[in-house]
């Protein structure tokens, strides 16, 4: 299912929302990590699902606290989208649109037993973050080219040949490289 954000704000608003400390951090997001997501929404990018379970009566947020805490930062105002405003200094039709954006969700069956949650838990936070090498060679537009043809340039295959590329390491030394050129 998918809940409006409306309906998510509202539910950590009435305390509806349970977080299970087992699976839960303290917040840790930043404030740069809480404007890249508003901005997402904003953009209508689709920012993950929210894994649940519900127990006793209880909604438990197995996986998604990091981003329902944001948004609702985002709604009381105590926190800032890349424009640097707060949600109380959005158009009317820009408030809608936000509230109204829908995020979907996973509801774990109730029977599942602690075991098994931790375990789907565990198993949703073992991708491995992209390296920032990863990060800029999947950007677009001039930038890349240039910095790809930087690192593929056949006159630069002997520096190049000597550094790892694994996991695009050669290829973020190469960036460090173009970015100084750039700057003269």
Request: no cysteine.
């Given at each position: 299912q998918t809940y409006p954000i409306s309906t998510l704000v509202k539910m950590q608003e009435n305390?509806?929302?349970?977080?299970?400390?087992?699976?839960?951090?303290?917040?840790v997001w930043k404030q740069?990590?809480?404007?890249?997501?508003?901005?997402?929404i904003h953009l209508s990018y689709p920012i993950g699902i929210?894994?649940?379970?519900?127990?006793?009566?209880?909604?438990?947020?197995?996986?998604?606290?990091?981003?329902i805490d944001a948004i609702y930062e985002f709604w009381k105002n105590k926190t800032i989208n890349l424009q640097e405003r707060y949600f109380k200094d959005l158009t009317d039709a820009k408030k809608k649109e936000f509230l109204e954006y829908r995020i979907p969700s996973v509801m774990l069956n109730a029977e599942l037993s602690n075991d098994k949650i931790s375990s789907i838990f565990v198993r949703l936070?073992?991708?491995?973050?992209?390296?920032?090498?990863?990060?800029?060679?999947?950007?677009?537009?001039?930038?890349?080219?240039?910095?790809?043809?930087?690192?593929?340039?056949?006159?630069n295959q002997q520096f190049f040949s000597k550094i790892s590329d694994k996991r695009f390491r050669g290829r973020l030394v190469s960036a460090h490289l173009l970015a100084i050129e750039l700057e003269k």
């Open positions: 305390r509806e929302l349970h977080y299970d400390k087992n699976y839960q951090r303290s917040k740069r990590q809480k404007s890249d997501l508003m901005e997402s929210l894994v649940m379970i519900e127990r006793n009566g209880k909604l438990n947020v197995i996986d998604g606290q990091q981003r936070q073992e991708g491995t973050p992209l390296s920032t090498a990863e990060k800029v060679y999947a950007f677009v537009g001039n930038f890349r080219n240039v910095f790809v043809n930087a690192f593929f340039d056949p006159k």
